[in-house]
């Protein structure tokens, strides 16, 4: 009977050391505290099977700068060399992406380029003939302003028009497209900048404006830069988010802070822009919770989650990303967020499909904000740094 028992008894630990080995192998995380109420975890990144060939994880620091005790100790970051098996994406550096993807502007590009040079290319221009070149581009969402500035110094250079040369006629709409767009402007992100602490980039906006999806392509974009980086998941309230965001994470070896489902945001936020400065990294992207832009008690909260991670760093940059689908909507869905946390740079996605190319210039004219991203497609690296050249000589064609 006892070698019965002392038989089960071996089959048992047999049984639960084999569970143990299965879940190590999978996603591994380290409790960062031990608030059983806010369960926030760090997930480290695993062996991934997106690239075929392996490369080294973006070099992040081997030790973390000292603590107080009162504060909690640091992250268990992956190390700076990855551990045999580990598999990582190589994104392609931003410098030139919206170069190789104007291609994707086609539909735009259909609906105004080709529609101004249809018109301007005419022998002669009629009163009829600039009410149309008004209609095309404020059928594209250039807005009223800009399309007024637009004509007014076309109509100036009617002499120039009137030479029906292409070449000649293609290289003045760029010309006039771009100095709309605003090339002077600021498109620099936060990350850009020199400091003794991680940059902190919060990601806002609304329901369905594919904000998970551009924080994770946000930092393949970073990583593709040379910069490392920890995401923080902070939209606790959509079971999926947390999950979605440390796919794109494991991709290119970024790790993810997390909370429970249901709980509280400006907790995880904080955990995360911590861990970014107790492992040295260069950047910490906070994913925060879809909101109607209409219900006032949402915008509120995100107020707060920007305060609570203020107390722990600055908030370099906030991103308000808009669907570039919704047209005019955007705008108002832009003033209000503005009005609830201090955006400072706008994430156009969608701009490959049913979207006008004239909201980039309404949105930058109504509020006086940079685009500085803009999502040409659903792959991966389909993100690209906005450049008005780029993009007018995009929209307009060849």
């Known amino acids: 009977m006892e070698f019965v028992l002392i038989a089960v008894a071996i089959v048992v630990i047999a049984l639960l050391a084999g569970v143990g080995l299965l879940v190590g192998r999978g996603r591994r995380t380290a409790r960062l505290d031990d608030d059983a109420a806010s369960g926030t975890t760090l997930t480290r990144p695993r062996p991934g099977t997106g690239s075929t060939a392996a490369t080294t994880a973006p070099p992040r620091p081997t030790t973390a700068p000292p603590v107080d005790d009162d504060l909690l100790p640091p992250a268990d970051l992956p190390p700076a060399e990855p551990e045999p098996g580990l598999v990582f994406d190589t994104p392609p550096p931003s410098a030139g992406r919206l170069v190789r993807l104007r291609s994707r502007l086609a539909r735009s590009q259909s ?4 529609g101004l040079l249809t018109v301007l290319a ?9 009410e149309e070149v008004e209609e095309t581009l404020l059928a594209a969402d250039v807005g009223l302003a800009a399309t007024t500035q637009i004509v007014d110094r076309l109509r100036t250079q009617s002499l120039v028009l009137a030479t029906g040369d292409g070449g000649a006629l293609r290289e003045l709409l760029v010309r006039e497209l771009t100095a709309v767009l605003g090339p002077d402007m600021d498109r620099t992100l936060a990350t850009d900048t020199v400091t003794d602490r991680p940059a902190v980039l919060l990601v806002v906006g609304v329901n369905g404006a594919g904000k998970t999806t551009t924080c994770g392509k946000i ?10 980086v920890v995401l ?4 606790t309230f959509r079971a ?10 494991e ?3 970024v790790p993810t802070v997390r909370g429970r489902e249901g709980g509280d945001p400006a907790s995880v936020a904080f955990e995360a822009v911590k861990t970014g400065r107790d492992a040295g990294v260069d950047a910490v992207l906070v994913d925060t919770a879809g909101r109607l832009h209409t219900k006032s008690g949402l915008m509120d909260e995100l107020g707060k989650v920007k305060r609570v991670v203020e107390k722990q760093s600055p908030v370099d940059e906030v991103l308000l990303v808009l669907d570039a689908t919704t047209g005019q909507n955007g705008v108002v869905q832009a003033r209000v967020f503005t009005e609830a946390v201090t955006v400072t740079g706008i994430v156009l996605t969608k701009l490959d499909g049913t979207a006008k190319g004239g909201i980039v210039v309404a949105v930058q004219r109504e509020l006086g904000i940079p685009v500085k991203l803009i999502g ?3 792959g991966a690296d389909d993100l690209a740094p906005f450049e008005p050249r780029a993009f007018a000589e995009a929209l307009v064609g060849n």
């Open 240 to 249: 999926a988010a947390a999950d979605q965001l440390e796919t794109w994470g």
């Open 219 to 228: 930092a393949r974009v970073l990583v593709g830069d040379g910069k490392s």
């Open 122 to 130: 005419r022998e002669k221009l009629t009163e009829d003939d600039w």
């Open 111 to 114: 609906s105004l380029g080709r």
């Open 232 to 235: 923080g998941a902070a939209d």
């Open 251 to 253: 991709r290119v070896g």
């Open 376 to 378: 040409l497609g659903e």
